[in-house]
């Protein structure tokens, strides 16, 4: 069945620092893919997604590109802050291969000091 | 912003009890799930319901588990008989679609079984 794989954290960054947070995926059909946030205490928010290959999804400086060739959708930003501070979630959904179901991978702790 | 709403947000139950779970999902939306998270692990699908009925459900929806939509915005998950290992955090979403639309999620039910 459809999975995501995500990097294990945690990650833990000075304020400032590259962010990059790898994500694959294995998908029968064509999936689209996303990046849910779930800030400490709270629900789950979603930050970017993409629909296609090629597609970038890009919110609050936050990146991911859809890279069928490597099945691949990492989340990069340039300059992390102390509020990212979130547990990131890679997921899928693949209404074209007959379930409009999330698929998440584990997570991904990130702390960003001061 | 509309947002999916869950009550309660912590629920404690003694083991074989029955529990109901509440959620209100966003008021135009017509796709409805519930999943659910163990501590430190990945976020599980359970069940989704789109006009009045289940169109898919995992695995761990066995029979302890029901859900209904008793009138025009509540949306419940039910466990007849709970076990120790039905201790997680449960997750409302929902959608106006099914054409890979995000689903939004609610801030979450943490279930105690003691």
């Known amino acids: 069945g459809d999975s995501v794989t995500q990097m294990e954290g945690p990650v833990t960054l000075s304020e400032e620092a590259c962010l990059t947070i790898?994500?694959?995926?294995?998908?029968?059909?064509?999936?689209?893919l996303f990046w849910y946030v779930q800030y400490p205490g709270e629900g789950l928010q979603l930050l970017l997604k993409a629909t296609k290959a090629d597609d970038k999804g890009s919110n609050k400086g936050f990146e991911a590109t859809y890279r069928k060739e490597t099945t691949s959708f990492h989340l990069e930003k340039g300059s992390v802050q102390v509020s990212d501070s979130a547990v990131y979630f890679c997921?899928?959904?693949?209404?074209?291969?007959?379930?409009?179901?999330?698929?998440f991978g584990k997570g991904t702790k990130l702390t960003v000091n001061p | 912003e509309p947002e999916v709403t869950q009550t309660p947000s912590h629920q404690v139950t003694q083991m074989g009890q029955e529990v109901i779970l509440r959620c209100v999902p966003i008021?135009?939306?017509?796709?409805f799930y519930w999943y659910r998270q163990i501590l430190g692990q990945k976020v599980e699908f359970l069940v989704s319901?789109?006009?009045?009925?289940?169109?898919?459900k995992s695995e761990i929806f066995d029979d302890q588990f029901s859900v209904e939509r008793p009138d025009g915005s509540n949306f419940t998950l039910k466990i007849r008989s709970t076990k120790l290992e039905d201790s997680a955090m449960y997750f409302c979403?929902?959608?106006?679609?099914?054409?890979?639309?995000?689903?939004?999620f609610g801030d979450g039910t943490r279930l105690s079984i003691l």
């Open positions: 008021s135009n939306h017509l796709y």
């Open positions: 790898n994500c694959t995926y294995t998908a029968t059909g064509y999936p689209s």
């Open positions: 979403a929902s959608t106006g679609t099914n054409d890979n639309q995000p689903q939004h």
């Open positions: 997921a899928l959904s693949d209404v074209r291969g007959g379930s409009e179901k999330l698929v």
């Open positions: 319901f789109y006009n009045n009925e289940i169109s898919e």
